[in-house]
């Protein structure tokens, strides 16, 4: 069996980032470094890079996100980029939504144990709560899936005007390019990539920014919201 990596002590940049929340970070950090590899959330060859390639990568994302938003974070699985974000941002009002089982019960654990309030976790697939989760200000990833796809599960799940924030990696603009068409189908009006983490990260990381107009997902989505509200409210009155 091979020994487990050891995690690294927490890089000056983390106190400033997380300020009254740093120790709740170390212990997010520590909880990936042992839970998260046991269980099988994140590879063991990440747990020396932990700070600077996954909680600070995601800390900083919260650069570009507004003040006293709903925040839906698609495909969180171990908690990134949502839970940084929420260490860092006690102002959003945060989902985690993840559909394995053993994803949203490390989620909720971590939730619990940090005593984050402000955090929700909910299991399930994008294109299934959809309609039953309130439309959100802005959705997250990190590391999900292609941009065209991601945007396909993503997107309406925004409000209109909402937009959505993917952290990518070298391949931000040629995604970009590729899912163009798409994202247009989909409602998109503006797209950009921005860089965050000035000081705080080398590389600074990547985001794509796709936000939409007053349709998130086009015409055939909002058909399938407005159906998806009207069983809700269906059900609520039988029940």
Not at 55 to 84: K, Q, R, Y
Not at 203 to 232: M, Y
């Given at each position: 069996?091979?020994?487990?990596?050891?995690l690294p002590p927490a890089p000056?940049?983390a106190r400033e980032v997380f300020?009254?929340?740093?120790?709740?970070?170390?212990?997010?950090?520590?909880?990936?470094?042992?839970?998260?590899?046991?269980?099988?959330?994140?590879?063991?060859?990440?747990?020396?890079?932990?700070?600077?390639?996954?909680?600070?990568?995601?800390?900083?994302?919260?650069?570009?996100?507004?003040?006293?938003?709903?925040?839906?974070?698609?495909?969180?699985g171990a908690g990134l980029p949502?839970?940084?974000?929420?260490?860092?941002?006690?102002?959003?009002?945060?989902?985690?939504?993840?559909?394995?089982?053993?994803?949203?019960?490390?989620?909720?654990?971590?939730?619990?144990?940090?005593?984050?309030?402000?955090?929700?976790?909910?299991?399930?697939?994008?294109?299934?709560?959809?309609?039953?989760?309130?439309?959100?200000?802005?959705?997250?990833?990190?590391?999900?899936?292609?941009?065209?796809?991601?945007?396909?599960?993503?997107?309406?799940?925004?409000?209109?005007?909402?937009?959505?924030?993917?952290?990518?990696?070298?391949?931000?603009?040629?995604?970009?390019?590729?899912?163009?068409?798409?994202?247009?189908?989909?409602?998109?009006?503006?797209?950009?990539?921005?860089?965050?983490?000035?000081?705080?990260?080398?590389?600074?990381?990547?985001?794509?920014?796709?936000?939409?107009?007053?349709?998130?997902?086009?015409?055939?989505?909002?058909?399938?919201?407005?159906?998806?509200?009207?069983?809700?409210?269906?059900?609520?009155?039988?029940?």
């Amino acid at each position: 069996m091979t020994e487990a990596a050891e995690l690294p002590p927490a890089p000056e940049q983390a106190r400033e980032v997380f300020g009254e929340r740093f120790a709740d970070a170390v212990r997010y950090a520590e909880l990936l470094a042992e839970a998260g590899v046991q269980r099988g959330l994140i590879g063991p060859r990440e747990v020396p890079r932990l700070w600077e390639r996954h909680l600070l990568n995601c800390a900083v994302l919260s650069e570009v996100v507004p003040e006293g938003v709903t925040v839906c974070d698609v495909g969180s699985g171990a908690g990134l980029p949502g839970i940084p974000l929420a260490l860092v941002r006690e102002d959003l009002k945060i989902t985690l939504l993840e559909p394995l089982l053993r994803r949203t019960n490390f989620l909720t654990e971590v939730v619990e144990l940090l005593g984050l309030d402000h955090v929700t976790v909910v299991r399930g697939r994008a294109e299934e709560v959809m309609g039953k989760l309130p439309p959100v200000h802005v959705v997250t990833a990190r590391a999900v899936a292609p941009l065209d796809r991601l945007a396909t599960w993503g997107i309406p799940l925004l409000r209109p005007y909402g937009e959505m924030l993917a952290l990518k990696g070298d391949t931000a603009e040629e995604e970009l390019k590729s899912a163009s068409t798409a994202l247009t189908r989909l409602g998109a009006v503006t797209t950009s990539i921005v860089h965050v983490g000035e000081g705080v990260v080398d590389p600074l990381s990547t985001v794509v920014r796709v936000e939409v107009g007053e349709s998130p997902g086009g015409v055939r989505f909002a058909a399938k919201r407005a159906k998806a509200a009207r069983t809700g409210r269906a059900r609520r009155r039988r029940g």
